[in-house]
T-cell receptor
Framework: NAGVTQTPKFQVLKTGQSMTLQCAQD?????MYWYRQDPGMGLRLIYY???????DKGEVPNGYNVSRLNKREFSLRLESAAPSQTSVYFC?????????????FGSGTQLSVL | QKEVEQNSGPLSVPEGAIASLNCTYS??????FFWYRQYSGKSPELIMS????GDKEDGRFTAQLNKASQYVSLLIRDSQPSDSATYLC?????????FGAGTTVTVRA
């Protein structure tokens, strides 16, 4: 039982390149999230998906797109990477509803944009 | 204004002492509160959740919630070197979690 799996673990991009971060969960949870973590700023929500077929913007969505491919998979795409997107990205999954969101995180992707 | 504020730290405590971490939040409608622990280079892991006013104890950890004051705290009793990590306060609002910037705790032997 892997929980939440993210790929890749590390990536270096040049400004303007595009890439997709992949996330899959085997916990059968409804909600999935993408966060970025920068020094001194904690975790900031980029996008989330409360259930299969729905996605919503979080706190910092600019420059990103997401796809909830099915219940298991939630991908994050950078169409034209910028140095400001250098960060550690975490995918997370949770059982939705009842105001009780206990997140289970993937191991993270460290992205550098040069 | 940031939704979730934590005491910035870093916090250094001797082994065996109590570490006290504080968190305030802005959304009065929040109903669920969490503490996550994050070791350096690792992903956050949930250590405590609290939903009602008062104290909740789990082993050496005690979470305290005061909704009227919009305040959540975490006490770590008998601190161990393995408790050295960054602790993130998280507050549920509209079915999304907002995180504080974290407090880094160092337990010195």
């Amino acid at each position: 039982n892997a929980g939440v799996t993210q790929t890749p673990k590390f990536q270096v991009l040049k400004t303007g390149q595009s890439m997709t971060l992949q996330c899959a969960q085997d916990m059968n949870h409804n909600s999935m999230y993408w966060y970025r973590q920068d020094p001194g700023m904690g975790l900031r929500l980029i996008y989330y998906s409360a259930s299969e077929g729905t996605t919503d913007k979080g706190e910092v969505p600019n420059g990103y797109n997401v796809s909830r491919l099915n219940k298991r998979e939630f991908s994050l795409r950078l169409e034209s990477a910028a140095p400001s997107q250098t960060s550690v990205y975490f995918c997370a999954a949770a059982i939705a509803g009842q105001g009780s969101e206990k997140l289970f995180f993937g191991s993270g992707t460290q992205l550098s944009v040069l | 204004q940031k939704e979730v504020e934590q005491n910035s730290g870093p916090l250094s405590v001797p082994e065996g002492a109590i570490a006290s971490l504080n968190c305030t939040y802005s959304d009065r409608g929040s109903q669920s509160f969490f503490w996550y622990r994050q070791y350096s280079g690792k992903s956050p892991e949930l250590i405590m959740s609290i939903y009602s006013n008062g104290d909740k104890e789990d082993g050496r950890f005690t979470a305290q919630l005061n909704k009227a004051s919009q305040y959540v705290s975490l006490l770590i009793r008998d601190s161990q070197p393995s408790d050295s990590a960054t602790y993130l306060c998280a507050v549920n609002s509209d079915y999304k979690l907002s995180f504080g910037a974290g407090t880094t705790v160092t337990v010195r032997a």
